[in-house]
């Protein structure tokens, strides 16, 4: 009995060791967003309590599925556009808690506020090729749709009220793609037509943007890949400054075997330090 009690007490002080240097992810952005996802799984089966540690790289909840089918493409965009990400952070320090206010206030996901960086690099006076203009690089008609004047005094340059209408946009793409956030994301790019063209062309029920990707337009598909990477990035911040992201993720392991009736079988949550 002596030596099943001191076998408890010494699992008891490795389980509170582990848990002990478990830390947050620092964000970047005036939202810090979820990140404590892990991939724990339990099995009460036998009493026994299984974790599996989540990646030192952090992704976003809302962006977690199809991390194997992302991380290459971040690896990549970490150190090819490095000085871009730097410079596009600091920029945004300035506009992201103004669209994170918006978001919250419009219920639509604050990852979308890393989109003007890659639509106009924060530049009210962006103009593209095809005439889109501001921070959201809103066509004229569709800037119309949603409530921006595009006359003398071109409000798709207001941060504030051009932010406003990408919200209402967001608002209604996510209810047309069953709150798909890339699919949202796709539509802002190529056109709600576009996403549904390739959705039917996938010949997939419930397509999600991985079923259809192949079917969007190059530009339309790198797009949403660089969503994706400076979401994961601005979650994971401190460790691209440091050049540390650690895509890997450890095997399952056995942490410990709870047979202590004192002990519940949800009692160890072990995540590897951040």
Request: with cysteine; proline share 3%; glycine share 4%.
């Amino acid at each position: 009995m002596k030596n099943i009690r001191s076998k408890s007490l010494l699992t008891l002080i490795i389980i509170f060791f582990i848990i002990g240097f478990t830390t947050s992810a620092k964000n970047i952005f005036s939202y810090q967003g979820d990140t404590s996802f892990s991939d724990s799984t339990v099995d009460t089966s036998n009493a026994t309590t299984l974790v599996k540690n989540p990646a030192r790289v952090v992704y976003p909840s809302i962006l977690k599925e199809h991390r194997e089918e992302s991380k290459d493409y971040i690896k990549q965009f970490a150190h090819k556009q490095r000085s871009y990400i730097i410079y596009m952070f600091s920029r945004g320090k300035n506009y992201f808690p103004k669209a994170c206010k918006i978001f919250a206030e419009y219920g639509v996901p604050l990852e979308l506020q890393v989109l003007p960086a890659l639509e106009s690099n924060f530049h009210a006076n962006a103009v593209s090729k095809a005439g889109a203009v501001g921070y959201w690089q809103f066509m004229s008609e569709l800037a119309h749709d949603y409530g921006l004047h595009t006359g003398k005094v071109d409000e798709r340059k207001n941060f504030t009220k051009s932010t406003i209408a990408a919200a209402k946009f967001f608002q209604d793409q996510l209810d047309i793609f069953n709150d798909d956030l890339l699919l949202a994301v796709a539509a802002f790019n190529c056109g709600t037509g576009g996403v549904k063209s390739a959705i039917k062309k996938s010949k997939v029920r419930d397509a999600d943007f991985w079923d259809i990707k192949n079917y969007l337009p190059t530009e339309t598909r790198i797009f949403v890949m660089k969503f994706i990477a400076l979401n994961v990035i601005s979650n994971n911040y401190n460790k691209f400054i440091q050049r540390k992201l650690d895509f890997n993720e450890p095997t399952l392991v056995q942490l410990a075997s709870l047979r202590d009736s004192s002990i519940s079988d949800n009692a160890v949550i072990a995540q590897n330090p951040l």
